[in-house]
C-alpha cells in the first residue's frame, strides 16, 4: 500500500512536470504575441515594448523564462499580465463563482442518473428502457449553445424570469431577501441543467451496463430462486455490488472543479473559470492560461489518484 | 434464399463441408439490420454525406446555383418558405428555388444555400480529424502493443536529446553550435554500426556499458506520453491553440485529431497484447511473416473493431467540437458558413428570427445523433459478448 503510494505519487510528479513543459512550449512557440509586446500595436512606444519585455522576462531564453514562471506559481507571486493582479487570487474568486455551478450540476447528475439507469436495467428492452436509451442519445448529441438557447427560449416565454447573468442586474437595492434568494436560484438553475445534461446521459447509460452486469450473476438468481422480493433482489443483492465501479468515480469529477464550461458561461454571461480563461486566451495572457492549464493538471493527477486509492479501499480483491 | 437452402437440404450429405453459409458481411448486416435506430442512424449518415457533396458543388465555383455569399439587404429576416419580394431584386439575386426554403439571415443571404456551404465543413472536419487520431492512435498503439517489451537504450535518449537540443539551437540562430551536434548524431550512429561490426561479441568497456543499459520500456514511454495528453482539459487545449494559430479550416481539423488520438491507442495496445499471445499469431511467425505483414495482414483486421467504433462517435464528438468553435467565433474566417457560425450569428435575433437558431441546431444534433446510434449499432453488432446478452 505505501509503495503504491510512493509510487504512483513519484509518477504523477513527472507526469506534471512534463506537462508543464508541453504546456509552456505550446503557449511560447505558437505565433503571435501578447498585445503589450507586439511591435504592431500603436498604443505602446518601442520603449514602453522594451519596458514590458524586461518585466515579463520575454527576453530571456525560453528555459530561463520557464523557470522564472513556475518559480513564481510555487511562490504565488504569478501576476496577470493584463491586470497585473495576482492569479491565483483571481482563479481563486472565479473558482467561487463556479462552485455553486458545479454543486448544482453534479447533484443534478447523480441523482438523477441512477434511478433512471437502474429502472432501464430492471425493465430492460421494454418501452421505458428503449426511451431512456434514444434520450440519453439525444442529450449526447445535442449541441450545448443550442439547447441553451431553446431552454433560454422556453423558460423566459413560460415563467417570464430573467436567466442570463449571476444575478438581475440592480436587485440589490431595496428588493425582499427571498426575492433575491428565488432570482438566483433562476439564474442557477438553467446553466447547471446544462452542464449535467451530458453527465446525466453518460452516467446513466454507465448505470444501466453496471445493474445488467450483475443481475446475470448467478447470485441474483439465487436470490430469485429463494423467492425474494423483486425489491429485495433489486435493491439489495443486485445495486450494492453494481455501485462498486461508481465509487471510484468520486475521485474523477475532481477535473470538473475547474473545467467549467466555456460556451455556457460564455452564453449566459457567468463570470467563472472558464470565461476567465477564454478572456486570457483571447488576451495571451500567458500567467493565467498557463497557471489554469497546470491547476487542471494537478486535479486530473489527484483525480486519478483517489480513485485508485478508493478502489483499493472498497475492493478487497484488488492488492496491490 | 429460401429455395436455396431447400435445395441444400435434399443433397445433404454428412461428407459435405460444412463451410459458414454466410461470409462474414453477410453475417454483419444481418445482425446490424436488427438494430433500427442504427439502420437509422446510417440512413441519415448517407444522406447527409450526399448533402455535403451536393451542396459542395452547388455553392462552391465561380458562379455557383446557390451562392451562400449573396447579400440582399431588402430581403433581410425572411422566414422559411418566404417568397422573394421580385420587383426589388435583380436578376441574378433571385434564389435558385423560387424561394427562401430555409429563409434568409440579418444579411438577406439564404441560409439553405449556407447550411448546404456548412454541411461540407462538418463533414470534412468530422473525416479528417477522426482519420488523423485513427492514424496516430494506430502507429502509436500498434508500436505499443507489438514492441512493447522492447527496451529504449540511455544512449537512445541521449541521442534524442541531442538532435532536439540541435534542432532548438539552429531554430534560435546559434547555427553553428546546433549544426555541429545535428552532425553528431549521425556520427554516433556511424561509430555505433562500425563498432558492431567490428568487435562482434567482444565486450565493451565499463563506461561504455552504462550508455547500453535499458532505460525504459517503449511500452511504458507510450502509455507515459498518453497519460500527459490526458492531463490537459481537451477543449481548452483546443481553444488555446485554435486561438493562437492563424484561423483555417485545416488548423481546427489538425489541432482536435492532436487531441483525440489517446482513446485509439489504448484500444489498438489493448488488443494487439492480446492478439500477439494467440495461436495463429504464433504459426503466422513460424511460417516465417516479417513484423511488417504479422501486423498489417493479421493482427490489425482483428484490432479494427473497437476503433471502428470509437471513429464513429469521434466524427459525431469532433462535429460537436468544430460547432462549438465556430460558435465562439474561431475556425473558418466569417464569410463562409459553418453550422456553429450560422448559429452564432442567429443567436442576436433568437425571438425574431427563431429559424436561425433552430435550423442550423437541429442540423448538428440531427448528424451527430446519427453517428453516435450508428457507432452504438457497430458496438453492439461487433462486439459477441454484448450481442449474447441482448
Known sequence: MISFIGRSVIQKIITLFFVSIVSFLIIHIAPGKPSQVDPMNPKFTPEMVERFQKEFHLDKPLHVQYLYFYKDLFTGETVSWKDNQSVLKKIWERFLNSLPLFIVGTIITWTLSFPIGIRSAIFRGQFYDRSATFLSYLLISIPGFFFAYVLIIFVVNQFHVPVIGMETFGIGDGASLPYIFMDRIWHLLLPSVLGATGGIAVLSRYVRSQMLEVEGQDYIRTAWAKGLPPEQVHYKHALRNALLPFVTMFGLILPGLIGGSVIIESIFSWPGMGRMAYEAILARDYPVILTVNFVSAVLVLAGTFISDLLYLVVDPRIRL | ?390
Open chain 2, 1 to 390: 434464399m429460401n429455395k436455396k437452402e431447400k435445395g441444400f437440404n435434399k443433397n445433404f450429405q454428412l461428407e459435405t463441408p460444412l463451410a459458414p453459409k454466410r461470409t462474414r458481411l453477410q453475417e454483419f448486416w444481418r445482425l446490424f439490420r436488427q438494430n433500427r435506430l442504427a439502420i437509422l442512424g446510417l440512413f441519415i449518415f448517407i444522406l447527409f454525406f450526399c448533402c455535403a457533396i451536393v451542396g459542395l458543388f452547388m455553392t462552391s465555383g465561380p458562379d455557383p446555383l446557390l451562392d451562400p455569399a449573396m447579400i440582399r439587404l431588402q430581403e433581410k429576416l425572411r422566414p422559411p418558405l418566404a417568397k422573394p419580394n421580385l420587383d426589388s431584386l435583380r436578376r441574378e439575386e433571385i434564389p435558385y428555388l423560387g424561394f427562401y426554403l430555409m429563409g434568409t439571415d440579418d444579411l438577406g443571404r439564404d441560409v439553405f444555400a449556407r447550411m448546404l456551404q456548412g454541411a461540407w465543413v462538418s463533414l470534412t472536419v468530422g473525416f479528417v480529424a477522426v482519420g488523423i487520431s485513427v492514424l496516430i492512435g494506430i502507429f502509436m498503439g500498434g508500436i505499443a502493443g507489438y514492441f512493447g517489451q522492447h527496451h529504449i537504450r540511455v544512449d537512445h535518449v541521449l541521442v534524442t536529446l541531442v538532435l532536439i537540443s540541435g534542432a532548438a539551437l539552429v531554430t534560435a540562430n546559434f547555427i553553428r553550435s546546433g549544426a555541429a551536434l545535428l552532425c553528431l548524431t549521425p556520427a554516433y550512429i556511424f561509430y555505433f554500426i562500425w563498432s558492431q561490426n567490428r568487435s562482434g561479441k567482444k565486450t565493451l568497456p565499463l563506461w561504455a556499458k552504462v550508455f547500453r543499459k535499458n532505460a525504459v520500456s517503449i511500452d511504458t514511454l507510450i502509455m507515459r506520453i498518453v497519460d500527459i495528453m490526458l492531463c490537459f482539459p481537451s477543449f481548452f487545449l483546443i481553444l488555446t491553440v485554435v486561438a493562437l494559430l492563424p484561423a483555417s479550416i485545416y488548423n481546427i481539423m489538425i489541432v482536435i485529431g492532436l487531441t483525440s488520438w489517446m482513446g485509439a491507442t489504448r484500444f489498438v495496445r489493448a488488443e494487439f497484447l492480446s492478439l500477439r499471445e494467440q495461436d495463429f499469431v504464433a504459426a503466422v511467425k513460424t511460417l516465417g511473416a516479417g513484423n511488417f505483414r504479422i501486423i498489417f495482414r493479421h493482427m490489425m483486421p482483428n484490432a479494427m473493431a473497437p476503433v471502428l467504433v470509437s471513429a464513429t462517435i469521434g466524427i459525431a464528438t469532433a462535429i460537436l467540437t468544430e460547432a462549438g468553435l465556430s460558435f465562439l467565433g474561431f475556425g473558418v474566417p466569417p464569410p463562409h458558413a459553418t453550422w456553429g457560425n450560422i448559429l452564432s450569428d442567429g443567436k442576436n435575433f433568437i425571438f425574431d428570427a427563431p429559424w436561425l437558431t433552430f435550423i442550423p441546431g437541429i442540423a448538428i444534433l440531427i448528424v451527430v445523433l446519427s453517428f453516435n446510434l450508428f457507432g452504438e449499432g457497430l458496438r453492439d453488432v461487433l462486439n459477441p459478448k454484448l450481442r449474447e446478452r441482448h
